[in-house]
C-alpha cells in the first residue's frame, strides 16, 4: 500500500503571497499523483495531475506542481493566492501497477490552506 | 456536462433508523465508489463495484452495505446508524485502468449525514 504524507495540516497565507503545499509519498514503483481542492460542504475537484512526461504540471486555477521522482514529492505551488482558494487541499497517489485494472488512490490527511486579506 | 449526482445533499436520520444515500453518474465509468469522510479527514474508501462486482473495504464495518442496480446508480445504505456515523459520504467514478486509462476519479458533491 502507498503512504502520502502532506506535512502541513494547516498552511495561513495573505492574499497574493505565494504559496507551496508540500506531498510525499511512499513508493519502490511509478505512480500517478493527484492534487484535488475542497471547498467547504463540497466534493473533491482536481486540480491537476502527473501522468508521465513533463515533471512540471499545470493545473486550474492558477495552480501547478512539480513531480520529483529522487524525493518522491509532488508539491503544490501558487505564485499568488486569492482569498477564494481557500479550501482543504488533498494530494493523491495511485501507482501503475498494470497488473491490476483498478488502481486505489491513497489520500494524504489534506491540507487546510486560508488565505487572510 | 457529465457528472456525478448525489442525493440529497444533506440527510438528518436518528440513531439507529435505516438511510440511504444514493448516487448517480452520466459518465459511464465503469467503476463507482463510496467513500467516509469524517471532518478534518481524509476520505476514506468504504468499498467499490467495478461493473457488477462490489469490493468491500476489510474495515468497512456491516452497518454498510452498498447496492448498485445498473451503471448509473449506487446507493449506500446504512442499516442502523450511531453517532460515530455522521460524516460526509462521497461517491466517486472512474474508468477502470485498461487500455492504458489512469484512474482519476470524479467525486460528487457529497452528502452530509448528520445523526440525532
Known amino acids: 500500500a502507498q503512504s502520502v504524507t502532506q506535512l502541513d495540516s494547516q498552511v495561513p497565507v495573505f492574499e497574493e503571497a505565494p504559496v507551496e503545499l508540500r506531498c510525499n509519498y511512499s513508493?519502490?514503483?511509478?505512480?500517478?499523483l493527484f492534487w484535488y481542492v475542497q471547498y467547504p460542504n463540497q466534493g473533491l475537484q482536481l486540480l491537476l495531475k502527473?501522468?508521465?512526461?513533463?515533471?512540471l504540471v499545470k493545473g486550474i486555477n492558477g495552480f501547478e506542481a512539480e513531480f520529483n521522482k529522487s524525493q518522491t514529492s509532488f508539491h503544490l505551488r501558487k505564485p499568488s493566492v486569492h482569498i477564494s482558494d481557500t479550501a482543504e487541499y488533498f494530494c493523491?497517489?495511485?501507482?501503475?501497477?498494470?497488473?491490476?485494472?483498478?488502481?486505489?488512490?491513497?489520500f494524504g490527511r489534506g491540507t487546510q490552506l486560508t488565505v487572510w486579506p | 456536462d457529465a457528472m456525478v449526482i448525489q442525493n440529497p445533499r444533506y440527510q438528518v436520520t436518528q440513531f439507529g433508523k435505516p438511510v440511504t444515500l444514493s448516487c448517480s453518474q452520466t459518465?459511464?465509468?465503469?467503476?463507482m465508489y463510496w467513500y467516509q469522510q469524517k471532518s478534518s479527514q481524509a476520505p476514506k474508501l468504504l468499498f467499490h463495484?467495478?461493473?457488477?462486482?462490489?469490493?468491500n473495504e476489510a474495515d468497512t464495518p456491516d452497518n454498510f452495505q452498498s447496492r448498485r442496480p445498473n451503471t448509473s446508480f449506487c446507493f449506500l445504505d446504512i442499516r442502523s446508524p450511531g453517532l460515530g456515523d455522521a460524516a460526509m459520504y462521497l461517491c466517486?467514478?472512474?474508468?477502470?485502468?485498461?487500455?492504458?486509462?489512469?484512474?482519476?476519479?470524479?467525486f460528487g458533491p457529497g452528502t452530509r449525514l448528520t445523526v440525532l
Open positions: 463495484y467495478y461493473d457488477k462486482d462490489f469490493n
Open positions: 459518465l459511464n465509468h465503469n467503476v
Open positions: 502527473y501522468l508521465s512526461g513533463s515533471t
Open positions: 466517486a467514478t472512474s474508468r477502470d485502468r485498461g487500455q492504458g486509462r489512469d484512474n482519476e476519479q470524479f
Open positions: 513508493s519502490s514503483v511509478s505512480v500517478y
Open positions: 493523491a497517489v495511485s501507482d501503475q501497477d498494470r497488473g491490476s485494472t483498478l488502481g486505489r488512490l491513497y
